[in-house]
């Protein structure tokens, strides 16, 4: 269980980004975050993986609290952040330093299989595409079998095809895998397509507006009037959010 209680962020420059944030995530659970820019929703993701430090509030993963970075918590962004020095398997095996060569280079090869790269380590990252060089992000972050996976708009750079297909490949990936995901993304279809519930956030302070829950079979039907009707709720409880926004640009 990934438990965040009564969670705020204010920035050095006096920047209130997220304000008393409490969400409880079971293991296994899909969570899809989305809202307007500046909504907190980075913040949010970065104080969960450690790389930022909250005003207040506390993160509790199982029984321990998070305090600084976990190996048992990943983080995906939106580019993949590789490592242009290092070939495809060198950068998915950093994460497993601890590991022999033989037990790394086994792993390597499994992830890549598993993402749809099979036969990719001796790459180098320039030689990917996009989607690719996004699947290896995808795959580093994987590769350690971390318990709770983060995602700060991981498809958002690639082409409509590209993105459906590893959208498709998460949610594969995901129930294999078992690991709790927190999704921020700016695409409602990709929020329903991935989420057990979603939570739309509004600005200033970045909280939460309303909880969504997505209560359809997966794999889940685009077309289906189920879908359809969960599409226009969430596209008016964003649009609320975004109405914060334009407020506060106007104001
Ligand atoms: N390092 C920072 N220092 C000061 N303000 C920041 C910093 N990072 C983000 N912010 C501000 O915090 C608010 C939330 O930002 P962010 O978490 O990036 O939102 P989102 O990801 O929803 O667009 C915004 O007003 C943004 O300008
Ligand atoms: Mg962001």
């Known amino acids: 269980m990934l438990d965040i209680r009564?969670?705020?962020?204010?920035y050095p420059n006096g920047t209130h980004a997220l304000d008393a944030f409490s969400l409880s995530v079971r293991q296994g659970e899909v969570v899809a975050?989305?809202?307007?820019?500046?909504?907190?929703?980075?913040t949010l993701l970065r104080l969960l993986s450690g790389l930022e430090t909250p005003s207040q509030g506390e993160i509790r993963l199982?029984?321990?609290?998070?305090?600084?970075?976990?190996?048992?918590v990943n983080i995906v962004f939106q580019e993949p952040r590789l490592f242009p020095w290092l070939t495809v398997a060198d950068n998915i095996a950093f994460g497993l330093r601890s590991l022999d060569g033989d037990q790394r280079r086994m792993r390597v090869e499994q992830v890549l299989k598993k993402i749809g790269l099979p036969?990719?380590?001796?790459?180098?990252?320039?030689q990917l595409s996009g989607g690719q060089a996004q699947r290896v992000a995808l795959a580093r972050a994987l590769v350690t079998e971390p318990s709770v996976l983060l995602l700060?708009?991981?498809?958002?750079?690639?082409?409509?095809?590209?993105?459906?297909?590893?959208?498709?490949?998460?949610?594969?990936?995901?129930?294999?895998?078992?690991?709790?995901m927190l999704?921020?993304?700016?695409?409602?279809?990709?929020?329903?397509?991935?989420?057990?519930?979603?939570?739309?956030?509004?600005?200033?302070p970045g909280r939460i507006l309303e909880e969504v829950k997505v209560?359809?079979?997966?794999?889940?039907?685009?077309?289906?009037?189920?879908?359809?009707?969960?599409?226009?709720?969430?596209?008016?409880?964003?649009?609320?959010?975004?109405?914060?926004?334009?407020?506060s640009v106007t104001a």
């Not at 359809?216 to 914060?244: I, Q």
Request: charged share 30%.
């Open 62 to 72: 199982d029984s321990n609290t998070l305090k600084e970075p976990d190996p048992l």
């Open 215 to 247: 209560d359809l079979p997966r794999k889940r039907d685009r077309t289906s009037p189920a879908f359809a009707a969960l599409r226009k709720h969430l596209s008016e409880l964003l649009a609320l959010s975004l109405s914060d926004l334009k407020h």
């Open 33 to 42: 975050v989305i809202g307007g820019s500046g909504c907190g929703k980075s």
């Open 152 to 180: 700060d708009e991981p498809f958002s750079a690639l082409d409509a095809m590209t993105r459906a297909d590893l959208q498709d490949h998460l949610v594969d990936l995901w129930s294999e895998a078992g690991s709790t």
């Open 183 to 204: 999704l921020v993304t700016h695409d409602i279809e990709e929020a329903i397509i991935m989420a057990d519930r979603v939570v739309v956030m509004r600005p200033f």
């Open 6 to 10: 009564n969670l705020s962020k204010v």
């Open 119 to 126: 036969g990719y380590e001796t790459r180098w990252i320039k």
